[in-house]
Structure formats: structure tokens, C-alpha cells
């Protein structure tokens, strides 16, 4: 079965920097673009950051362009976000996609409906 996990959730102070990481299960499922979404409560889920599957391009949400860094390594089948200086505001459950293709502008890259695999998701509190 084709999977897709979190990992490196959990509790942190605003301010303080997190790394998740996503490993998939198959490499099929991490040949093309891949993402993280992130869902606060009572909140629809939310684009954070994509990467196509060379990784010579990233695309971030507006919210943390300067302070999130993703990454991917394909011969582990893992992608990366690398968050600093984290605040409240983005406690959330934090979500690996991945697509089928591979996305090459922000646009497309930043819509949920394009990523067919999606992970469980982690939960990432930042505390004030």
C-alpha cells in the first residue's frame, strides 16, 4: 500500500525552528512534485510549500517565504521542511502530498486538489 508519513511534530515554543520530514512508502509516489499542506482548527487546509521533483525550484506561501525551507532527498524517498522562528498562528496539522507530475509554477503547485497521495498528517503546536 502506498504510503506517505510525517514525521517531527509535537511542541515548541514561537520563536523556536522544526524540522518534518515525509517518507514515502514507494518510489513511484515521490517522482513528481511534492508538498506540504498544513490545517489549523476550524481552518481549511492551507498550502505551505512545494517541490518539484528535481528540487530546482521551491514555492512558498506568502506566510513563510524567509522562514520555511523544503527539500527533498530522492534516493530516500523523504521530503523535508525545514520551519524557523515559528509562530502561534501556525499550530496546525501539518500534511505530506505528493503528485503524480511534476509542477513547475507556484500556481498549480499550491493547489490540493493536484497531489493524489497524501500522508496522515502531524500535529505541530507552537506555544506563545
Known amino acids: 500500500q502506498v504510503q506517505l508519513v510525517e514525521s517531527g511534530g509535537g511542541l515548541v515554543q514561537a520563536g523556536d525552528s522544526k524540522r518534518l520530514s515525509c517518507t514515502a512508502s514507494?518510489?513511484?509516489?515521490?517522482?513528481?512534485?511534492m508538498a506540504w499542506f498544513r490545517q489549523a482548527p476550524g481552518k481549511e487546509r492551507e498550502f505551505v510549500a512545494s517541490?518539484?521533483?528535481?528540487?530546482?525550484?521551491?514555492y512558498y506561501a506568502d506566510s513563510v517565504k524567509g522562514r520555511f525551507t523544503i527539500s527533498r532527498d530522492n534516493a530516500k524517498n523523504m521530503m523535508f521542511l525545514q520551519m524557523n522562528r515559528m509562530k502561534p498562528e501556525e499550530t496546525a496539522v501539518y500534511y505530506c502530498?505528493?503528485?503524480?507530475?511534476?509542477?513547475?509554477?507556484?500556481?498549480?503547485?499550491?493547489?490540493?486538489?493536484?497531489?493524489?497521495?497524501w500522508g496522515q498528517g502531524t500535529q505541530l503546536t507552537v506555544s506563545s
Open positions: 502530498a505528493a503528485a503524480r507530475t511534476i509542477y513547475y509554477d507556484a500556481q498549480r503547485g499550491s493547489r490540493d486538489q493536484n497531489y493524489f497521495y
Open positions: 514507494e518510489r513511484t509516489i515521490s517522482r513528481g512534485s
Open positions: 517541490i518539484p521533483r528535481n528540487g530546482d525550484s521551491t
